[in-house]
């Protein structure tokens, strides 16, 4: 799952990826979960010379927590 965090018209954006694994969670109600997040930067700028070279950077950070079986 992907949102925007940050967007402006002149210098890029930042988006944040939650990697979002599958749980078989069989006869428990929950399970341990580890996965990533994945923060994106994505460089612009109106001067076209400044547009070279590597225009995406990444952030990877491990996640923890409990995957819970929810009735709605």
Do not use: C, W
Not at 15 to 34: D, G, H, K
Not at 55 to 64: A, D, F, G, R, V
Request: aromatic share 6%.
């Amino acid at each position: 799952m992907t949102v925007t965090i940050r967007k402006t018209v002149d210098t890029g954006s930042t988006l944040f990826t939650l990697v979002l694994p599958r749980v078989n969670l069989e006869n428990s109600n929950s399970a341990p979960v580890e996965t990533k997040g994945i923060t994106t930067t994505n460089r612009f700028s109106v001067i076209p010379q400044f547009n070279q070279g590597q225009t995406q950077t990444y952030t990877i950070i491990p996640l923890t927590g409990t995957a819970q079986s929810v009735a709605f």
